[in-house]
């Protein structure tokens, strides 16, 4: 080649040329052009880390493009889904893709994925073994693929769920594409993204959430906004020390504070359970 790059065919390989005709690799001869291959990593969107291929004016999926080359007609169906037989996606050979069902794709999708598999599918006496063990099913790619994706203006996130919003943006791939976030939330309740983050803090971290108010009635502060701030802190944390942690004064003056969903009196020495809302009572000018 004239950028020194060396290519290793059979003699009977198809080779394109830039007039679109096909030469076999036996058949070449200096001066013949081939057609060009351009392709990037893609750094975002819905195929992040996958190589991508320019095909016209589109880029689009090289693993996508290789299996429709392979199966072209169980690839036309939006039921199956072409999966990386190493988990590797640049490693795009018609040997390493296969089509799975789009449930078969999703039980090899989830974090710790043989894990979850194995638990979920033992008797309650072998779950004695994953006793120790917090498994949560997650994905940050369908996290990060969602919330671009609201950013964008194409879906409104509910919960656990979304819906399309703008069907004009919407093209053929990214619909399988939110047809398998939708499989994955369905099965596993969430991204687990959230769910990871509440685990590490609530569960192993011991921690709590307790909300300071200036109204105890409205649950507000002054200007009237509800539930204003959140304050994560250790279990076994006192009413003093929330005072602290809202203002030096506060706790050096604290007087006592007002449990506001009960609607009683606490001392100083209380200790916080998780979303207590509280007001709090001192000399502080």
């Known amino acids: 080649m004239d950028n020194d790059f060396v290519i290793e065919a059979t003699d009977n390989h198809p080779f394109r040329l830039i007039d679109g005709n096909f030469v076999r690799a036996d058949e070449l001869s200096v001066g013949n052009s081939l057609m060009p291959i351009y392709y990037k990593i893609e750094k975002g969107g819905f195929y992040p880390n996958y190589e991508m291929l320019k095909i016209g004016k589109k880029w689009i999926p090289t693993h996508k493009y290789v299996q429709q080359w392979k199966e072209p007609k169980l690839s036309a169906n939006s039921n199956y889904i072409t999966h990386h037989i190493d988990h590797d996606r640049t490693n795009n050979t018609p040997e390493n893709l296969t ?3 789009r449930s078969e794709h999703s039980k090899l999708h989830g974090k710790d994925t043989a894990l ?14 994953f006793e120790d063990y917090i498994v949560i099913p997650t994905s940050a790619e369908i996290e990060l693929a969602l919330k671009r994706a609201e950013k964008a203006g194409i879906i409104k996130r509910k919960g656990n769920d979304f819906e399309i919003i703008d069907e004009s943006k919407v093209n053929e791939q990214m619909r399988r594409a939110f047809d398998y976030i939708k499989d994955f939330l369905e099965k596993f309740g969430g991204t687990g993204v959230q769910e990871c983050i509440n685990r590490a803090y609530f569960d192993l971290l011991d921690m709590i959430v307790v909300y300071p108010v200036e109204d105890e009635n409205k649950f507000s502060d002054k200007q009237g906004n509800v539930l204003p701030d959140a304050f994560l802190v250790k279990k ?16 050096d003056k604290f007087i006592y504070a007002i449990d506001a969903k009960k609607k009683i009196r606490i ?10 809302i509280i007001k709090i009572v001192s000399d502080a000018k």
Request: no cysteine; glycine share 10%.
């Open 267 to 276: 001392g100083s020495d209380y200790e916080l359970k998780h979303n207590d």
């Open 99 to 101: 089509l799975l069902t």
């Open 116 to 129: 979850i598999n194995e638990y979920n599918g033992s008797s309650r006496q072998d779950k004695k073994e």
């Open 236 to 251: 076994g944390t006192t009413a003093r020390d929330l005072a602290y942690k809202v203002h030096t004064e506060l706790g």
